[in-house]
């Protein structure tokens, strides 16, 4: 039972362009989101996260969009640039749960110059 | 500030075979947790622990075990290794537990398993 989903396993953008990741989930208790981002050989680290009583969320390029009634989350980078290229994991805290967080499938983006 | 340490980087193990994984949280955290990352399957949460204790499992089998000591460091034990266990194996550490708010869970490099 994949309770939080990203049906993109991969995304190829631009650079300069913007890039949007997705990610859906089913779950109503989760209350907080959060997005880590993952290069290879190192530890997923912490991006941007988002209350469940907030709708957006920014800081600097990247900005985070909640639609509580779709159950969807989006991650939005503007500009995206080389550096971004990396796996995105979206991820979601059960409020019954207190550190344990439900993670999706992840997404590899890759910002093309 | 050194960051959440992670021992050993890779391994190699045979089916049958037992594995210890060692964590060390960041200086003063007290929660570290273990995520269990195949491909496809994102990250799986395995289990939290606090001031010694587990705090919260997940739905793991009950080869998967794993302790606290008094400093915080982290271990997790897999025992009668299946081919299936080839995964990363992730520790995060917290500075405590989190009642309210997004308390961010700060990860390790992860340690490699590979079983033959």
């Known amino acids: 039972d994949q309770q939080v989903k990203q049906n993109s396993p991969s995304l190829s953008v631009q650079e300069g362009r913007i890039s949007i990741l997705n990610c859906d989930y089913t779950n109503s208790m989760f209350d907080y989101f959060l997005w880590y981002k993952k290069y290879p050989a190192e530890g997923p680290t912490f991006l941007i996260s988002?209350?469940?009583?907030?709708d957006k969320n920014e800081d600097g390029r990247f900005t985070v969009f909640l639609n509580k009634s779709a159950k969807h989350l989006s991650l939005h980078i503007v500009p995206s640039q080389p550096g971004d290229s990396a796996v995105y994991f979206c991820a979601a805290r059960d409020e019954g749960g207190a550190q344990k967080l439900v993670f999706g499938q992840g997404t590899r983006l890759t910002i093309n110059p | 500030k050194a960051g959440v340490t992670q021992t050993p980087r890779y391994l190699i193990k045979t089916r049958g075979q037992q594995v210890t994984l060692s964590c060390s949280p960041i200086s003063g955290h007290r929660s570290v947790s273990w995520y269990q990352q195949t491909p496809g399957q994102g990250l799986q949460f395995l289990f939290e622990?606090?001031?010694?204790?587990?705090?919260n499992k997940g739905n793991f089998p009950g080869r998967f075990s794993g302790r606290q000591f008094s400093n915080s460091r982290s271990e997790m034990n897999v025992s009668t290794l299946e081919l299936g266990d080839s995964a990363l194996y992730l520790c995060?550490?917290?500075?405590?537990?989190?009642?309210?708010?997004?308390?961010?869970?700060?990860f390790g490099a992860g340690s490699r398993l590979t079983v033959l």
């Open positions: 995060a550490s917290s500075l405590r537990r989190a009642v309210s708010g997004a308390n961010v869970l700060t």
């Open positions: 988002i209350s469940s009583i907030k």
């Open positions: 622990y606090f001031s010694e204790t587990q705090r």
